[in-house]
């Protein structure tokens, strides 16, 4: 199994700023393994925020986030980061970590997920 623990989530104020960390663990986490981020927010479906390549040299983001949140993770920690600036309300969300085969991750269909942590933006 595959652990992932999500923190770092919180309440801001729109325009702040948060750094959200996934942690992964577990005998079978493949260092191959491409990790990313979702967020699901009251009556929405669980959305792709972005993903990032077990290299960490190639990353993906969805057009809400682009050029305000940034991915990043530390091969040796087996973490992920997810850097978010410029927050707004709409970034509202429960935030889950995923990891797995990079097109799954994309697909929103990975075998990996944490339990999620809740981010809060107000106005």
């Known amino acids: 199994q595959v652990q992932l623990v999500e923190s770092g989530g919180g309440s801001v104020q729109a325009g702040g700023s948060l750094r959200l960390s996934c942690e992964a663990s577990?005998?079978?986490?493949?260092?191959?393994?491409?990790m990313g981020w979702f967020r699901q927010s009251p009556a929405k479906e669980r959305e792709f925020v972005a993903v990032i390549s077990w290299s960490g040299t190639s990353a993906i983001y969805a057009d809400s986030v682009k050029g305000r949140f940034t991915i990043s993770r530390d091969t040796a920690k087996n973490t992920a980061y997810l850097q978010m600036n410029s927050l707004k309300p709409e970034d509202t969300a429960v935030y889950y970590c995923?990891?797995?085969?990079?097109?799954?991750?994309?697909?929103?269909?990975?075998?990996?997920w944490g339990r999620g942590t809740q981010v809060t933006v107000t106005s």
């Open positions: 577990g005998p079978t986490f493949e260092e191959s393994y491409a």
């Open positions: 995923a990891a797995d085969n990079g097109p799954d991750v994309v697909a929103g269909s990975p075998r990996s």
